[in-house]
C-alpha cells in the first residue's frame, strides 16, 4: 500500500492509523520495522502510532539510549533506534528479543538488524518526495 503524505501532521495520522489497525486486529505482540533517510518522518510517524497506544507520552526518537519505553496505554510500547546497532550481539546485549515478545515495537533504521528481524513485520518506508511531501509504503498482511 502506498500512500502520500504532505504534511507532518498527515504522517502522524497514518501512524495512528496503523496502530488502531493493530489494536483492532488484535494482534500483539507486533514489531513495526521503519525505513527511511534522516529527516523523512521516521519519528513523527511513531508520534501518531504512540498517540494511540500510549497517549500523553512525549514521543522522542531515542538516538541515544536506543529504546523508549511508553507504559501510558494498555500494553507497552517499545521505540528503538537501530542507528548505532553494529552487530546481532549488540541488539540480544540490551534485551532486544524480550522486548518483542512484551509489547509493541516501532523501530527506526531497520537495516541495521539483518536477520535478527523479528518474524511477521510491518513494514514502513518513508521516503521524501518533495519539500514536505513523503512516499509511505506499508507492507504486510493488513
Known amino acids: ?18 496502530a ?4 483492532n486486529s488484535g494482534r500483539f505482540p507486533a514489531f513495526v ?6 529527516g523523512a518522518g521516521k519519528t ?7 498517540g494511540v497506544l500510549s497517549p500523553g507520552s512525549r514521543v ?6 536506543i529504546v523508549n519505553e511508553y507504559r501510558q496505554g494498555k500494553k507497552p510500547l ?11 550481539d549488540d541488539l540480544f546485549g540490551m534485551g532486544f528479543d524480550e522486548y518483542v515478545d512484551a509489547g509493541y515495537c516501532i523501530a ?5 538488524i539483518g536477520s535478527a528481524m523479528p518474524e511477521e513485520p510491518v513494514i514502513v518506508r518513508i521516503e521524501k518526495a518533495g519539500e514536505t511531501s513523503r512516499k509511505i509504503t506499508l507492507s504486510e498482511d493488513l
Do not use: Q
Not at 500500500?1 to 501512524?15: A, C, P, Q, R
Not at 517499545?78 to 546481532?88: A, G, K, M
Not at 527506526?108 to 541495521?112: F, M, R, S
Open 1 to 18: 500500500m502506498e500512500i502520500f503524505s504532505n504534511t507532518v501532521e498527515e504522517t502522524e495520522h497514518l501512524g495512528a492509523a496503523l
Open 33 to 38: 520495522a521503519l525505513y527511511g533517510d534522516l
Open 78 to 88: 517499545f521505540h528503538f533506534d537501530l542507528y548505532r546497532i553494529t552487530s546481532e
Open 44 to 50: 513523527a510517524f511513531v508520534r501518531g502510532f504512540a
Open 20 to 23: 488502531e489497525h493493530l489494536l
Open 60 to 65: 522522542k526518537s531515542p538516538t541515544y539510549t
Open 108 to 112: 527506526e533504521w531497520c537495516e541495521h
